[in-house]
């Protein structure tokens, strides 16, 4: 059911009565001054800074306003609602909107000061006209909020550290800010003050660019849930008692942040970990609900040794409640010392999803660890390989055709999706050893390699669809042309 807004005409307006019709033709024309500055007489110095910022979002064409007029005895049913409901509206509306509201009417001049969330972002950076400094706006608008903030956000295109956001962030209620975002795009790492680490309401974190150090006898965020962290410079010596000390943490995102000589994680609440970056160890001390993983490496400082494989392997077989692995195939090549490609010592005995990206099959060593892990994984029930191949190299074929038909490790794989698929020996012999292997396989998905894939994949499909099976459900499809 469509609500109607109206203006209310206060005898305060030195315009006095106007339509919806003329208000919504002032704000297409550009001319916020009409509005920014004189809907009301303004005598204090707050009510002319407040209208200021008003007159700067209201200059901006408002294509979208459609607005219809209720006669005077009609109820005002939006501003009839509760606070809270206003509040929460005012929340998911964009900055720009959420100002547009105080044209509304007098009752509407000031709620948009008590926004719940304020997010300065792409389209809040596209608003402004040339002559209007953005850090002085965003000054303004959080020194003149008013009521709870939960929520800050500054991920502005192309911002650079500055020391305004001290500012700001000392005019952050550190009582109720529960979602807190900081996105440095250009400069120096942002320091994050001392001030930042009061806030104990935060449930969400993200940082980009910036410098994490917990001041001295700082206790953790003890409702942190979700902590997301990219190009952030870390103290590799006292992030784990950080992370230990957040004990409600469940999502945690490292993104080419410190490299670490021994990434360790105590989270007993941790359901999800994304890490990109270097480490030389991994070591999951209290980690029984972590059920998600991904890991992928920046560079090959990672590699110290011949047992770096295995012992990533180890630690994450130590984890009871794994079920999804995405790692990258070349961090596997270690596992040759250690019986590739037959099964490990260890196994992933929870695991059922498993992503190996950047599989090289042109080489033998990786296909025989990616080997090597999917028979380490007894209950895997899906499987996802991203190819990287450039050249065709015979042995990696022969070697694959060499292969014995699996001896009952692969009893629970379903799907399978092969992503980037050229078709070359290597990939079909390896799709060839699957088809056979898998014995409850219901789906083998292709995704043919564009750059290097003539006719769609069809003839590749064709080839693949001679190969025996060992499920009688099996099905070869064009993952980019259901029904084949």
């Known amino acids: 059911m469509g609500v109607g807004v109206r203006f209310l005409q206060g005898s305060g307006s030195r315009h006095g009565r106007r339509s919806a019709r003329q208000a919504a033709a002032e704000l297409d024309s550009g001319g916020f001054g009409l509005l920014g500055f004189g809907l009301l007489a303004i005598g204090r110095r707050q009510d002319l800074q407040i209208e200021e910022i008003s007159g700067i979002f209201l200059g901006f064409a408002c294509e979208d306003l459609k ?31 959420a100002v547009r509201t ?58 650079r550290s500055c020391p ?24 120096d790492n942002y320091v994050l003050p001392p001030r930042l680490f009061a806030f104990q309401q935060l449930r969400n974190l993200k940082l980009y660019k ?32 950080f992370i230990a000390s957040c004990p409600n943490l469940e999502r945690l995102r490292l993104m080419d942040c410190t490299s670490f000589d021994c990434l360790e994680i105590n989270a007993s609440k941790l359901k999800f970990l994304e890490f990109h970056g270097v480490f030389k160890s991994v070591s999951f001390k209290n ?25 990533l392997i180890k630690s994450l077989s130590s984890l009871p409640a794994l079920e999804e692995l995405h790692l990258q195939a070349y961090v596997l090549e270690d596992l040759t010392e250690f019986g590739a490609p037959k099964k490990l010592p260890v196994a992933l005995k929870t695991l059922k999803t498993l992503h190996l990206s950047d599989m090289y099959f042109e080489k033998t060593e990786e296909i025989s660890c990616a080997l090597c ?102 099905e070869i499809i064009n993952s980019e042309k259901k029904g084949w």
Not at 168 to 178: C, G, K, S, T, V
Not at 293 to 307: P, W
Request: hydrophobic fraction near 40%; charge should be negative; aromatic fraction near 10%.
């Open 102 to 159: 105080s044209i509304l009417s007098r009752e509407w001049r000031y709620k948009w000061l008590t926004c719940p969330e304020l997010v300065f972002d792409f389209w809040f950076d596209q608003m402004f006209l040339g002559n209007h400094k953005l850090e002085t706006i965003i000054y303004e608008i959080l020194r003149l909020h008013q009521g709870p903030l939960l929520k800050f956000a500054l991920q502005v295109p192309d911002f």
């Open 287 to 311: 980690c029984p609900s972590l059920a998600e993983v991904k890991i992928s490496f920046s560079s090959m400082d990672f590699k110290t040794g011949n047992r770096f494989s295995f012992d």
């Open 373 to 474: 892990l999917i028979r380490s994984s007894p209950n895997l029930q899906k499987l996802k390989i991203t190819a990287f191949t450039f050249d065709v190299v015979e042995a990696v074929a022969e070697f694959l055709r060499a292969q014995k038909i699996s001896d009952g490790s692969l009893t629970q794989l379903k799907t399978v999706d092969m992503q980037l698929f050229s078709g070359i020996e290597s990939e079909m012999e390896f799709v060839k050893y699957l088809l056979a292997s898998a014995t409850a396989l219901e789906e083998m998905a292709i995704t043919p390699h564009a750059g290097s894939v003539s006719d769609g994949g069809e003839s590749i499909l064709n080839e693949l669809k001679q190969f025996p099976r060992a499920s009688p459900k099996a």
């Open 210 to 241: 910036c410098a994490f150090n917990p001041p001295p006898g700082f206790k953790g965020f003890s409702k942190l849930v979700d902590l997301d962290l990219q190009n952030v410079e870390l103290v590799p010596e006292t992030f784990a008692n």
């Open 67 to 97: 607005m219809r007029s209720l006669g005077r005895s009609e109820a005002d049913l939006i501003s009839n609602l509760p606070c809270s409901i206003i509040e929460n509206i005012l929340g998911c509306l964009p900055m720009r909107d």
């Open 164 to 187: 305004d956001i001290d500012q700001w962030i000392d005019l952050l209620p550190n009582n109720n800010i529960q979602d807190f975002t900081l996105h440095i795009s250009r400069g």
